[in-house]
């Protein structure tokens, strides 16, 4: 199967990317729907069920990551792909320790991986001939990562769609308290 490791925003959070994305950019023809909005952490690729379960194992492993904030506050594009995103410009450090670990419990499950640096996004639209201009609303959109997710790639005659295999939750952060007597 064709799979990646992503976060999942919340409903909310997504009808409130969608109604922004709708209100200050112009209309394109390819934009993503809100049901696969996502930001991968890990693009797999094609891999097989033993590469599936290797992962899996390695993934019910990770330790010391707890729950955390993403903040999309800006607007990118990138020409090759054609693709116009929001991104986080200061990811927590939860995030990008996720992402490490996860591209480690990839290749400890034999799954060759593009080396390429990490840019958290989510795409909001496909095949934009060009960067459109900057919006007078900026964005400003904040979830709490409760959980990820190995997402598999389903194409079909209507586009992609993105099939969640195995969910796993985050602890939540633990905060000290005084005790008072």
Sequence with gaps: MRAFVGLEPDATTKLAIENWRSKVLPPFNQIVPAANYHIT???????????QD???????????????????????????????WLGCSQPAKFHLDLVKTLTSAAHSANI???????????????????NPP?????????WRACAFHLYESISTANGVNYAIKKTWQLPPVIKAHSLTS
């Design 134 to 142: 900057a919006p007078l609303i900026a964005p400003d959109f904040t």
């Design 41 to 51: 952490l890990a693009f797999l690729g094609q891999i097989n069920l033993d590469q």
């Design 54 to 84: 290797r992962l899996e194992q390695h993934i019910q492993l990770i330790d010391g990551i707890t729950e955390f904030q993403v903040h999309l506050d800006i607007l990118g594009y990138w020409p090759k792909p054609k693709a116009l």
């Design 112 to 130: 060759i991986m593009q080396k390429r640096d990490y840019q958290a996004h989510l795409t909001l639209v496909r095949k934009c001939s060009s």
